[in-house]
């Protein structure tokens, strides 16, 4: 014979169930974020400003500077099952953007370097 649920019982799997579709939005949202910077990215070309680059993918997710303080990597959102993320390495001198890696094999580089 079947048992009712108890009311902490209910309360548990309720607070679950919360949390489960919270993280489902926010993990949904992330990749339509991704999918959107993905597309961008095949319209933007070397050469531009990082503020260029920035206004169109907004805020990068990560930042990494060589030991040289010459080069600066920008690391974007990208789609959740993307095989590596949407990467801007900009020159520091300058403020220019050298290489764009959109991340699915589209790598283009600022010939004027």
């Known amino acids: 014979m079947a048992r009712a649920l108890t009311r902490p019982q209910v309360i548990i799997l309720s607070a679950a169930l919360i949390m489960v579709l919270i993280a489902g939005a926010w993990v949904l949202r992330g990749h339509q974020e991704g999918q959107r910077h993905l597309q961008s990215c095949g319209g933007i070309e070397p050469g531009g400003k ?5 206004q169109i993918l907004g805020s990068p997710k990560g930042r990494q500077v060589n030991p040289a303080g010459t080069r600066l990597v920008l690391v974007f959102q990208s789609p959740l099952f993307a095989p ?3 990467r ?3 020159n520091v001198r300058d403020d220019v953007v050298m290489e764009i890696d ?12």
Request: with cysteine; net charge positive.
């Open 50 to 54: 990082r503020s260029e680059l920035i």
């Open 84 to 86: 590596h993320p949407i």
């Open 88 to 90: 801007a390495v900009v």
């Open 102 to 113: 959109c991340g699915d094999g589209r790598i283009r580089t600022y010939d004027k370097y």
